[in-house]
């Protein structure tokens, strides 16, 4: 190991390891293979890096990421360091250069796109360098890219496995800053790392201060969650491209450089825009999830999610692209009933097999656990990834606990405004009838005869969405995607309406400006 610290020294020029680094490379080295769980900015290239180095043979390196891949041989390069690629970007001449340099043992590292690694061509390669031990090991980054659940699901990756039948003696390591134990059971399996030592490191960031605020009129919150931000370089998520065009238009005309960022526009200017998001300051992309994955800029100040990611390691991942300087960042989100609504449409419609929709719809619920929890956010969202954490005094139910009040009288009303209405209704429609609003609809099912009718005058109408919510949250309710959104009672919610418990509730958050005082909750 006194040869690794002496190469992490004198080709990095790191003084020495950070975190587990030196047991995954120790692994390596000793030719077992690895599973390294580490969030993004860990410090995961290095891994693979200098065993690569240190071990005879070229470290071949499946990406992804076409984008980084350049960016990253072009890091190495600098070091001093013998690095190329394979991919689509390549013209034929280039490609059949690094071929041969590949042949002629000139590369330390060479990272390869997982379809081009998959080629008889390249196979036949490898066949070639394996057979003479020139292989110094494999590889796989972004491994949560073979989970058929993920949001980054690539169908080569499955075929990965193949490196572990036809090369078995070459030492294999698997890194991703996906953490979620399905997931991590998934890479094992499915990449045959069965015999992989699993190294995970703390996925805590606790730079990153977390905020979720209850949806009302998203663009005064959000601009006055801006205004804290003044000439800070983030990124603002949406879901769809309509969305971020939108927004983008109100952003630039409340004065903040605002550009947009999804698969609708051409690759030239997405590129420009993310250029210039990386090397200007202040600028505020604002994006589907398209954008972010490999993008190194680690200034940023914040993460602000106007609609609700469908997955804790979506979120996760996404806001983890905030800070990664150390330097305070924030994550923000603001979410309300009808994220969820939309998420369980997409699910239930969707043509995956039932399987698959059953985890997705675990997933959702992960999610809307954590937006509606009465504590730490960090605890709950580390916890999903098999870590456990003090209350962490960074977030914002940290700093402001939110009271807890007895819920189930008002739970009570609301879901017999449900049944009564034979569970057809959505959350709005149900909430006219509870304060007694004489709207069309109430008329024209003569709902203002129910019994219910009126009995929630006391709440306003976005005091009931928080108990809707909140009731969607813990499972008392499910949101019909077939009908609209009606919400329909679960089994769950049968001790609640036989008064058997008591429901504690979480009171709405205050909010940040505009704020009317409004009635509790
Ligand atoms: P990841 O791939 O996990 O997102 P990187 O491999 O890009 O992380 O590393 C993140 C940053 O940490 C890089 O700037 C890298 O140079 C730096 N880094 C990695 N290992 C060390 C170390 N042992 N000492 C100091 N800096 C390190
Ligand atoms: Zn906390």
């Given at each position: 190991?006194?040869?690794?610290?002496?190469?992490?020294?004198?080709?990095?020029?790191?003084?020495?390891?950070?975190?587990?680094?030196?047991?995954?490379?120790?692994?390596?080295?000793?030719?077992?293979?690895?599973?390294?769980?580490?969030?993004?900015?860990?410090?995961?290239?290095?891994?693979?890096?200098?065993?690569?180095l240190?071990?005879?043979?070229?470290?071949?390196?499946v990406?992804?990421?076409?984008a980084l891949?350049?960016?990253?041989v072009d890091?190495?390069?600098?070091?001093?360091?013998?690095a190329?690629?394979?991919?689509?970007?390549?013209?034929?001449?280039?490609?059949?250069?690094?071929?041969?340099?590949?042949?002629?043992?000139?590369?330390?590292?060479?990272?390869?796109?997982?379809?081009?690694l998959?080629?008889?061509?390249f196979?036949?390669?490898?066949?070639?360098?394996?057979?003479?031990?020139?292989?110094?090991?494999?590889?796989?980054?972004?491994?949560?890219?073979?989970?058929?659940?993920?949001h980054?699901?690539?169908?080569?990756?499955?075929?990965?496995?193949?490196?572990?039948?036809?090369y078995?003696?070459?030492?294999r390591?698997?890194?991703?800053?996906?953490?979620?134990a399905l997931?991590r059971?998934?890479?094992?399996?499915?990449?045959?790392?069965?015999?992989?030592?699993?190294?995970?490191a703390?996925?805590?960031?606790?730079?990153i201060?977390?905020?979720?605020?209850d949806?009302?009129?998203?663009?005064?919150?959000l601009?006055?969650?801006?205004?804290?931000?003044?000439?800070?370089?983030?990124?603002?998520?949406?879901?769809?491209?309509?969305?971020?065009d939108e927004?983008?238009?109100?952003?630039?005309?409340?004065?903040?450089?605002?550009?947009?960022?999804?698969a609708g526009?051409?690759?030239?200017?997405r590129r420009?825009?993310?250029?210039?998001?990386v090397?200007?300051?202040g600028?505020?992309?604002?994006?589907t999830?398209?954008?972010?994955m490999?993008?190194?800029?680690p200034?940023?100040r914040?993460?602000?999610?106007?609609?609700?990611?469908k997955?804790?390691?979506?979120?996760?991942?996404?806001?983890?692209?905030?800070g990664?300087?150390?330097d305070p960042?924030?994550?923000?989100?603001?979410?309300?009933?009808?994220?969820?609504?939309?998420?369980?449409?997409?699910?239930?419609?969707?043509?995956?097999?039932?399987?698959?929709?059953?985890?997705?719809r675990?997933?959702?619920?992960?999610?809307?656990?954590?937006?509606?929890?009465?504590?730490?956010?960090?605890?709950?969202?580390?916890?999903?990834f098999?870590?456990?954490?003090?209350?962490?005094?960074?977030?914002?139910?940290?700093?402001?606990?939110?009271?807890?009040?007895?819920?189930?009288e008002?739970?009570?009303?609301?879901?017999s405004a449900?049944?009564r209405t034979?569970?057809?209704?959505g959350?709005?429609?149900?909430?006219d009838?509870l304060?007694?609003?004489?709207?069309?609809?109430?008329a024209?099912?003569?709902?203002?005869?129910?019994?219910?009718?009126?009995?929630?005058?006391?709440?306003d109408?976005?005091?009931?969405?928080?108990?809707?919510?909140?009731?969607?949250?813990?499972?008392?309710?499910?949101a019909?995607?077939h009908?609209?959104?009606?919400?329909?009672?679960?089994?769950?919610?049968?001790?609640?309406?036989?008064?058997?418990?008591?429901?504690m509730?979480?009171?709405?958050?205050v909010?940040?400006?505009?704020?009317k005082?409004?009635?509790a909750?």
């Amino acid at each position: 190991m006194a040869e690794a610290l002496e190469t992490l020294q004198r080709v990095f020029g790191f003084p020495a390891f950070r975190g587990r680094q030196a047991e995954i490379v120790d692994r390596l080295l000793g030719g077992g293979d690895a599973l390294v769980l580490m969030p993004t900015g860990g410090g995961k290239s290095l891994c693979y890096q200098l065993p690569a180095l240190l071990r005879a043979g070229t470290g071949i390196v499946v990406s992804p990421l076409i984008a980084l891949m350049q960016d990253q041989v072009d890091a190495l390069l600098q070091l001093g360091v013998k690095a190329a690629f394979l991919n689509s970007s390549l013209d034929a001449a280039t490609a059949m250069a690094t071929e041969r340099r590949l042949l002629a043992g000139e590369l330390d590292l060479l990272y390869v796109a997982p379809e081009r690694l998959l080629t008889d061509r390249f196979l036949g390669l490898l066949d070639r360098l394996a057979g003479e031990e020139r292989v110094a090991l494999f590889a796989i980054d972004e491994a949560h890219c073979v989970s058929q659940w993920g949001h980054d699901f690539r169908p080569e990756y499955i075929q990965l496995s193949i490196l572990h039948e036809r090369y078995p003696q070459v030492p294999r390591i698997a890194l991703t800053a996906t953490a979620d134990a399905l997931t991590r059971e998934e890479i094992r399996r499915r990449l045959g790392l069965e015999e992989a030592a699993v190294f995970v490191a703390s996925f805590d960031r606790p730079n990153i201060r977390y905020t979720v605020v209850d949806r009302d009129n998203p663009r005064s919150q959000l601009a006055a969650f801006l205004a804290g931000h003044r000439g800070e370089a983030g990124i603002v998520y949406c879901l769809s491209r309509k969305k971020v065009d939108e927004t983008v238009a109100w952003l630039q005309t409340q004065g903040i450089a605002a550009l947009p960022y999804h698969a609708g526009l051409d690759a030239e200017t997405r590129r420009a825009h993310q250029q210039r998001f990386v090397r200007e300051e202040g600028v505020v992309m604002v994006a589907t999830i398209a954008f972010g994955m490999g993008i190194d800029k680690p200034d940023v100040r914040f993460v602000a999610h106007l609609d609700l990611p469908k997955s804790l390691e979506a979120y996760y991942q996404e806001t983890g692209r905030a800070g990664r300087d150390f330097d305070p960042a924030e994550a923000w989100m603001t979410y309300g009933m009808n994220d969820v609504v939309i998420h369980r449409q997409r699910i239930d419609e969707s043509a995956a097999p039932e399987e698959q929709k059953r985890i997705e719809r675990q997933k959702l619920d992960a999610m809307l656990g954590y937006c509606e929890t009465a504590g730490c956010r960090r605890t709950l969202l580390l916890r999903y990834f098999g870590e456990e954490h003090e209350p962490c005094g960074n977030c914002d139910t940290c700093l402001a606990p939110p009271e807890l009040w007895d819920g189930t009288e008002a739970a009570r009303k609301f879901m017999s405004a449900a049944l009564r209405t034979g569970q057809r209704f959505g959350a709005g429609h149900l909430i006219d009838i509870l304060r007694g609003k004489h709207t069309e609809k109430v008329a024209q099912f003569g709902h203002e005869s129910l019994p219910t009718f009126g009995v929630g005058a006391d709440l306003d109408e976005a005091g009931w969405r928080n108990i809707a919510r909140q009731l969607l949250a813990a499972g008392l309710l499910h949101a019909d995607a077939h009908h609209y959104g009606a919400l329909k009672l679960t089994d769950a919610a049968r001790p609640v309406l036989k008064g058997e418990t008591t429901l504690m509730l979480r009171r709405q958050s205050v909010r940040v400006r505009g704020a009317k005082k409004r009635a509790a909750p």
